[in-house]
Nanobody, 124 residues
Framework: QVQLVESGGGLVQAGDSLRLSCSAS????????MAWFRQAPGKERDFVAA????????FYADSVKGRFTISRDNAKNTVYLQMSSLKPEDTAVYYC?????????????????WGQGTQVTVSS
């Protein structure tokens, strides 16, 4: 079992930066692939970024490529999402997700553990 807790969301202006954190419980974090998804009001949950267990592989949605960076610190059981050049269309609830595999995937159904989400609001 893995429990995930996101933090770092908030209200920012367009062009600003924000870093989200996701802390995981359990002793097996280093063997889990991790990902970030987001869901805007009235829309489906979309993939944002994913990272393999050893950080060797990273995936990004086209909409965030070049602006967002996913990273992890296995010693701290934490995964991060550094967001830069934020746009109003980045406004959403951001969710951290984990899957019991070292291989990262980009589909929500591949992830069995989810955090409660953190709100990111970008004003224009």
């Amino acid at each position: 079992q893995v429990q995930l807790v996101e933090s770092g969301g908030g209200l920012v202006q367009a062009g600003d930066s924000l870093r989200l954190s996701c802390s995981a419980s359990g002793r097996t974090f280093s063997s889990y692939a991790m990902a970030w998804f987001r869901q805007a009001p009235g829309k489906e949950r979309d993939f944002v970024a994913a990272i393999s267990a050893n950080s060797g592989t990273k995936f990004y949605a086209d909409s965030v490529k070049g602006r967002f960076t996913i990273s992890r610190d296995n010693a701290k059981n934490t995964v991060y999402l550094q967001m830069s050049s934020l746009k109003p269309e980045d406004t959403a609830v951001y969710y951290c997700a984990a899957r019991p595999s070292t291989i990262a995937r980009t589909t929500a159904s591949e992830y069995g553990y989810w955090g409660q989400g953190t709100q990111v609001t970008v004003s224009s």
